[in-house]
């Protein structure tokens, strides 16, 4: 039951998200799951946004609860992940799949 839970509880913090958040989120997560270092540059080239505009929906994402891990590099530099242990527990396509239901 408590996996039932887990999955409603995931299955409405996405459930909130807008399709460009929501859009943001996979962009960020395939990219990182493939190995890139993301921040906000890569993921406005890969978005076709703004830096600003990936700032803005990143700081809506993390208000809303959706668990993204931002770490500082070199005192100016924003890099972007999902946390491992939230990885573990949903794959994006069980994101994915527990949104469209």
């Not at 299955?11 to 990182?32: D, G, N």
Request: aromatic content about 6%; hydrophobic content about 40%.
């Amino acid at each position: 039951s408590s996996l039932d839970s887990l999955k409603k509880d995931i299955r409405i913090m996405f459930k909130k998200l807008t399709p460009q958040e929501m859009q943001i989120y996979t962009t960020l997560y395939r990219l990182s799951e493939e190995g890139f270092i993301v921040d906000y540059s890569l993921l406005a080239s890969k978005t076709s946004l703004t830096e600003s505009s990936i700032r803005d929906y990143i700081l809506k994402l993390t208000k809303k609860g959706i668990p993204i891990e931002k770490v500082k590099e070199n005192n100016k530099k924003i890099i972007l992940s999902i946390p491992k242990d939230f990885k573990k527990v949903a794959p994006l396509s069980i994101i994915v799949s527990l949104r469209n239901l």
